[in-house]
C-alpha cells in the first residue's frame, strides 16, 4: 500500500511538472499570438490609410495624380507581403496554442484522476487542486478563460 501511494505521488508530481511547463509554453505562445496580432492590425491600418481615397467638399471623389497612386502602390506591396508571412504564422500560433489547452486539460484531469485515486475514494476529487501548487491552478485557469474569450472576438 505504501509503494503505490509513493508511485501515485510520483505521477502527480509528474504531472503537476508537466502541466507547468505546457502552461508556461501556452503563456509564451499567447505573448506571440498577441504580438503577430498586433503586427497585423498595425499593417491592416496602414493599409486602410493607404487605400482612402480624398474627396472634395461636394464629397465627390477626387484623382490622384500619377505619382501619388505609384508612391501608394510602392508603399502598399511591402505591407501586403508582411500581411502574407503574418497571417499564416498567426494561424500556426493558435493552432499550437489551441494543442497546449487541450493538453493541459488532459493534464488536469489525470491530476484529478490521481488526486482520488491517492486519496483511495472511488470518486474523483474535483476541489481545485490540492496537491497541484495553487498558482499553477490559477495560471491555468486564466490561460483557459482568456482562450475562450480570444475565441469569441475572433
Same mark, same amino acid.
Given at each position: ?15 503537476? !511538472? ?13 505573448? !506571440? ?48 507581403e508582411q ?53 499553477v491552478v ?17
Amino acid at each position: 500500500r505504501k509503494m503505490a501511494e509513493i508511485d501515485v505521488q510520483s505521477e502527480l508530481q509528474a504531472v503537476t !511538472q508537466k502541466m507547468e511547463a505546457l502552461t508556461e509554453d501556452l503563456n509564451k505562445a499567447n505573448a !506571440q499570438r498577441e504580438q503577430l496580432i498586433a503586427q497585423v492590425l498595425k499593417n491592416q491600418g496602414k493599409i486602410e490609410v493607404l487605400s482612402e481615397t480624398v474627396e472634395d467638399s461636394d464629397g465627390n471623389v477626387q484623382e490622384e495624380v500619377p505619382d501619388v497612386i505609384k508612391w501608394k502602390e510602392n508603399k502598399l506591396k511591402p505591407i501586403k507581403e508582411q500581411m502574407e508571412v503574418l497571417v499564416p504564422e498567426v494561424n500556426k500560433v493558435t493552432v499550437y496554442r489551441e494543442q497546449l489547452v487541450g493538453q493541459v486539460q488532459h493534464l488536469q484531469g489525470a491530476s484529478m484522476y490521481l488526486r482520488g485515486k491517492k486519496e483511495d475514494s472511488s470518486e474523483i476529487q474535483v476541489d481545485g487542486g490540492e496537491n497541484i501548487p495553487p498558482a499553477v491552478v490559477e495560471q491555468v485557469k486564466e490561460t483557459i478563460k482568456n482562450k475562450t474569450e480570444d475565441e469569441k472576438t475572433s
